[in-house]
């Protein structure tokens, strides 16, 4: 049964400073006003003469196989073998050219939801209220629409008011199938969705519902349904995707969500978003870094949940220009999935990145599959770019399938345990894991009797593009730093399982690895011979200071000269070739250096020079103002979510077992605060400072334990007042140790 349309909402709008406003639609997909849930997602814009919703499902992807991925010289050793010969065509034919030239596996779009402006007229007030998930538009006479996406449930709401003309909606299907030449296309604009084969999908017009069914391939379909109701001057309706991957079904999720009724619908959604803004928050002075800040933390609250699949290059928001999207939607685990879950530990947020982990703990058998055949050994590797199911997709192969990517991506499982302090995670899902990935790397890490690694070329990505001059006959200080990390982080973690023996093995395997390769003035190079000297935008050679940690400005000078050098370098040389992901690292890397300005700076550049008027990241410089030689716009979302991080960074960090409040802000930032930042060991952090003068730090120990806090400078002279403790508080220096019960918030003044 169809919902009232006399049902009375009390839309609750909570208005910031960091809504986005305008006065008018987009006028471009990528420019749309984002709502999601991580399964499906909209963006609202103006094609033509019509308000469109661009509606997405994260399962909708086309996954034939790659055939070239495949058969007897599918092979690392095959690959090593023609670099050996100097003679690399061959596997830039058998695993390069087939990501370039054919339209899949591949992300595929939806469908979109279109209502006529002939007779509303343009809207002239346009606003996301970011509290809320809620898109708002307004037009002079009096019409309003509020439109969300559930933020539990696969539909998405519209609701028109003081409607002064009858108006429905039509139901838009992507142009699989028309006549013309559909062209060749690339990875980065998108390949023609011509050019994937389909027949094309049926529409099915009802008085008040619209269906629409589209085959893709090998037995793949999708289904987009659409209910409403419109009386007197009210129109109410519901959307909803689904997937032959899924138990869902489209008409059914609309049905159901008619017969909740929206209110209660929108009361259940307004539960889950207050929830979400209630685990952190922070307040700066800097109204334009305030304002990225909060909206990349709604996009990560839009993309990500505990059962959804992991933050692809676009998420729910893929492409609506009747193209593949850019990079074909997929999963680059090079660097793009692990920057997208950075803000999710000191922003409180490890139940929305549990689905990241999750899924890498579910497809383990896939790659499992994959390491034995392509790397002939046991253990896990990822391959660094691939489909919603784990399987690999080819590409640039010294990044796309390079030896070390599961490396960092154990990190996430190292991160989430030492964020939340939980033993069971790090018994069942961390250690286990990441003993695999040490395992696999162990037999690369080998050397024979002939002083010959079995790991005789490296990678870094992704320099010297696909070419054979990106195959580095010295191990690079990418691989290095991740394989380092890797049985430091496995030993850890099996002393902290009392596996002592393992926790030996690992150290001693460690150990083994020879030092970072460093220039003459002491700057990370990318290897042996190979000085950071070109402009570019992976930051691959100084993995070890950030994210890894390997290098630390707490490990005394050697560490910060080598810090301080490869900072000056990337400075130097400049950013000509980088994107905008490469100021938020370079962000990230100055917090870390306690270089505030520095970090301030490179993250609003980010924010003024890279980021489209929706906020959403564009990789090139859309100022043209020298920021960087890429132009280009590809929407991706991974230097969202590193700006996010970035500025965590700058208010609290936690990585070397000292939490420092405040450690990376400008000096004008006089007046700042933030509320339950996540720190290592699982302590949520409250901290406020008036005047340049921190006035105040809570402490709440989820798990108890030793908290080890650094004053800041403003309260190191004297004793300071820490209450609401029973356990032991002594001092050392400028160090704070608590001993602290589970539970029991810390106040220190």
Same mark, same amino acid.
């Given at each position: ?453 079995? /790991?005789?070329?490296? $990678?870094?990505? +992704?320099?010297?593009? %696909?070419? =054979?001059? *990106?195959?580095? #006959?010295?191990?690079? &200080? ?71 940690? /390997?290098?630390?400005? $707490?490990?005394? +000078?050697?560490?910060? %000269?080598? =810090?301080? *050098?490869?900072? #000056?370098?990337?400075? &130097? ?177």
């Amino acid at each position: 049964m169809l919902c009232s349309c006399q049902e009375n909402i009390d839309w609750k709008e909570k208005p910031s400073a960091s809504d986005l406003q305008f006065v008018q639609l987009a006028k471009s997909w990528d420019e749309g006003i984002p709502l999601g849930n991580a399964t499906v997602g909209a963006l609202v814009w103006q094609r033509d003469s019509a308000l469109r919703f661009s509606l997405d499902r994260t399962d909708l992807w086309d996954l034939r196989p790659t055939d070239s991925i495949s058969g007897a010289n599918n092979r690392f050793s095959w690959v090593y073998s023609h670099v050996q010969k100097g003679d690399y065509l061959p596997v830039q034919k058998k695993f390069d050219w087939p990501y370039d030239q054919l339209p899949a596996p591949s992300k595929i779009p939806g469908a979109a939801l279109e209502f006529p402006l002939g007779k509303l007229g343009e809207p002239n007030d346009i606003r996301l209220y970011l509290n809320n998930a809620l898109c708002e538009a307004r037009w002079n006479n009096g019409t309003t629409l509020k439109t969300f996406v559930h933020a539990t449930e696969p539909v998405g709401w519209f609701v028109f008011e003081n409607l002064y003309d009858t108006i429905r909606p039509s139901l838009i299907a992507p142009q699989y199938n028309k006549s013309g030449d559909s062209g060749n296309g690339d990875p980065v604009t998108g390949a023609d969705l011509r050019r994937l084969g389909y027949k094309q999908g049926t529409v099915q017009t009802d008085e008040q519902e619209i269906t629409y069914h589209q085959p893709g391939w090998g037995g793949f379909y999708y289904d987009v349904n659409v209910r409403w109701k419109q009386k007197g001057k009210k129109l109410y309706g519901v959307w909803s995707v689904s997937s032959s991957l899924s138990s869902d079904k489209a008409s059914e999720e609309t049905m159901q969500a008619l017969e909740r009724g929206v209110a209660s619908d929108y009361s259940d959604h307004m539960d889950y978003w207050n929830n979400y803004w209630q685990a952190s928050s922070i307040s700066i002075p800097d109204s334009v870094l305030q304002k990225q800040y909060d909206n990349e933390m709604y996009k990560f609250g839009s993309a990500s949940r505990e059962n959804s699949s992991p933050i692809s290059l676009q998420a729910v928001w893929t492409a609506d220009n009747g193209k593949l999207p850019p990079w074909k939607g997929d999963y680059h685990h090079d660097l793009n999935t692990q920057l997208s879950y950075w803000p999710s530990y000191m922003g409180n947020h490890l139940q929305e990145e549990m689905g990241y982990l999750n899924t890498l703990w579910n497809q383990r058998e896939v790659y499992k599959k994959y390491t034995k055949q392509y790397f002939e050994c046991d253990g896990i590797n990822v391959p660094g770019v691939c489909t919603l199911t784990g399987e690999p997709m080819g590409g640039w192969i010294q990044y796309a399938m390079s030896p070390t990517v599961s490396a960092w991506l154990s990190q996430h499982f190292y991160l989430h345990w030492k964020y939340s302090a939980d033993n069971v995670f790090l018994k069942e899902r961390a250690y286990p894991f990441t003993k695999d990935v040490a395992t696999f790397l162990e037999q690369l890490s080998k050397v024979d009797k002939q002083g010959v690694r079995r /790991l005789s070329i490296s $990678s870094s990505p +992704e320099i010297f593009d %696909n070419s =054979i001059k *990106a195959w580095f #006959k010295d191990m690079t &200080n990418y691989d290095l730093s991740l394989m380092k990390f890797a049985f430091k982080a496995a030993s850890e973690m099996a002393a902290a399982l009392q596996l002592n023996d393992e926790a030996a093995h690992w150290e001693k395997v460690g150990k083994q690895l020879p030092a970072f390769d460093v220039d003459k003035e002491g700057s990370l190079t990318f290897a042996k011979g190979f000085p950071y000297k070109e402009s570019h935008r992976h930051f691959s050679h100084a993995m070890a200071i950030h994210p890894l940690g /390997l290098l630390d400005y $707490s490990q005394g +000078e050697e560490s910060q %000269n080598i =810090i301080n *050098a490869t900072l #000056k370098r990337l400075q &130097n040389v400049g950013p000509d070739w980088w994107c905008g992901y490469s100021y938020s690292w370079y962000g990230n890397m100055k917090a870390r250096a306690f270089d505030g300005e520095g970090a301030a700076k490179a993250l609003k550049t980010f924010a003024e020079c890279f980021c489209l008027p929706n906020t959403f990241h564009a990789n090139g410089d859309q100022t043209n103002s020298g920021k960087s030689k890429f132009t280009y716009r590809p929407f991706t979302l991974e230097g969202n979510f590193a700006f996010a991080s970035g500025i965590q960074e700058m208010l609290m960090q936690s990585h070397t077992g000292v939490i420092r409040i405040f450690p990376a802000v400008p000096a004008s930032w006089q007046d700042l605060s933030f509320q339950n930042l996540r720190a290592m060991g699982a302590f949520l952090v409250s901290a406020e400072q008036k005047g340049g003068k921190v006035q105040q730090i809570s402490i709440y120990p989820e798990q108890g334990g030793t908290c080890r806090i650094a004053l800041p400078a403003s309260m190191q002279r004297g004793e300071p007042t820490v209450s609401g403790n029973k356990g032991n508080v002594t001092r050392e220096g400028e160090v704070l140790v608590i001993q602290t019960q589970k539970g029991e918030k810390i106040v220190i003044n």
